[in-house]
């Protein structure tokens, strides 16, 4: 599956799209997944889908994956080919999708394939192919909800802090983006004749974002407040590490780093259209642009995020500049409960695989389809995990995943299915 490089963003091939959902649809055949189809979606790329039946008065589970992956970005940042996959003398395997998601994909079809195509409960299996970049996949859960209706919804999309620490994810932070455009003159002037009286956009962009964050760097916009959190917390110098913080570069905001991570906002400028320092010549600038990404909290709506922080930069912007704001884009965390008969057997099931007891930990990413299934099928459990860990670094260069983590999600998967069954029979 890593060698195919199905990059679902504009652009791109889109044969190595279509070429992941074939190589997808035909690993999930092979361990005796029935009616494996293509789910056409309105706005792109196809969804993967089988089910095979429940015995009888089994529950029916929804394993869920997604096929698409980030771009490779800067070849030359790569150790080793990004769509090879590569194992290095750390032991882990290296390539673009590695982890985020195609290890998804290979741990249900390890659970599956333990099955040797007996499966002690209804499944039904659906592989995303544009999750990275779109996600029409929410719009269509409503429209075919007989089709995806099951009593539990696995969601292969996560994984623990440390290889062998097992974790279940239970909250996941909304998000809020959108881009804004400060102009103040008709076009470039030359900074020593009106340089003093004259505004500079992007002087006046860098203002506006100063005010985001306090002294201590807090989210500084009114209404954005942080929520409890009581799930575990990350030591803080194991938190550098992961981040890869400079030595000696003071870590930012208050409070634990868990709650920062998973109950708070945060804000950060992911994008900046100004003249590069290379070629720079002495002009005052006459427009200039950010995105900027707003995290949002389990509970807090992601369009009230987007509402405080245009009203923010509004409050703020100096000296009369004019403002426009464009490509919002918002999502909804979501907390996840944890105390159906799901859960129990999910706890079970990681002791079994890991040999400990597992904890619960919040996420600081968004999975936006985590709140579509909720929303049409607020009666199923969901679960989340999977063989990412932290030093995956998705979305980077150098992803990997460790190989024994994806058996140990695979063999807690197939244990899962198991139990489930046992406790079905027991009742």
């Not at 209804?122 to 779109?134: H, N």
């Amino acid at each position: 599956m890593v060698r195919v490089p199905s990059v679902a963003a504009p652009g791109f091939p889109r044969e190595s799209v279509l070429e992941g959902a074939r190589v997808t649809s035909d690993i999930l055949r092979s361990v005796g997944v029935q009616d494996v189809r293509l789910l056409e979606m309105p706005s792109g790329y196809p969804a993967i889908f089988g089910e095979t039946p429940a015995p009888a008065g089994m529950p029916t589970v929804l394993l869920y994956a997604h096929y698409d992956v980030q771009p490779a970005g800067v070849v030359e940042e790569w150790e080793t080919p990004p769509f090879e996959l590569t194992a290095r003398p750390d032991g882990r395997l290296y390539g673009r999708g590695a982890a985020d998601d195609k290890s998804g994909i290979a741990v249900h079809v390890a659970a599956l394939r333990s099955f040797a195509g007996q499966f002690p409960v209804g499944l039904k299996v659906l592989i995303e192919g544009e999750e990275e970049f779109g996600n029409s996949l929410a719009s269509y859960l409503p429209e075919q909800r007989d089709m995806f209706r099951a009593d539990v919804v696995v969601v292969a999309d996560a994984g623990n802090n440390h290889v062998g620490e097992p974790l279940l994810t239970t909250t996941l932070r909304g998000f809020a983006s959108q881009v804004v455009e400060v102009r103040t003159l008709q076009g470039p002037v030359h900074s020593g004749g009106f340089g003093g009286p004259t505004p500079d956009a992007l002087v006046a962009l860098i203002r506006m974002i100063a005010t985001l964050h306090d002294e201590q760097g807090n989210v500084a916009v009114k209404g954005m407040q942080s929520q409890p959190w009581r799930g575990s917390d990350i030591p803080e110098e194991e938190f550098r590490q992961l981040a890869g913080v400079l030595p000696g570069v003071d870590m930012i905001g208050s409070g634990s780093i868990a709650s920062r991570v998973c109950a708070s906002y945060s804000i950060n400028v992911v994008g900046l259209d100004a003249p590069a320092v290379q070629g720079a010549r002495n002009a005052l600038i006459d427009v200039a642009r950010a995105r900027i990404s707003v995290r949002v909290p389990p509970g807090r709506s992601g369009q009230e995020a987007l509402e405080l922080l245009t009203a923010h930069l509004k409050a703020v912007a100096p000296w009369n500049v004019q403002l426009a704001f464009s490509e919002a884009e918002t999502g909804e965390g979501h907390a996840i409960a944890t105390d159906g008969p799901a859960y129990i057997a999910a706890y079970k099931a990681l002791q079994f695989a890991y040999g400990k007891e597992a904890a619960e930990m919040g996420s600081g990413g968004s999975i936006p389809l985590i709140n579509a299934f909720a929303g049409v099928f607020p009666e199923a459990e969901i679960i989340l995990w999977g063989a990412e860990d932290a030093a995956a670094n998705i979305h980077a260069p150098n992803e990997s995943v460790d190989p024994v983590e994806i058996e140990r999600a695979a063999l807690a998967e197939a244990s899962f299915l198991a139990e489930l069954a046992r406790e079905q029979k027991v009742d």
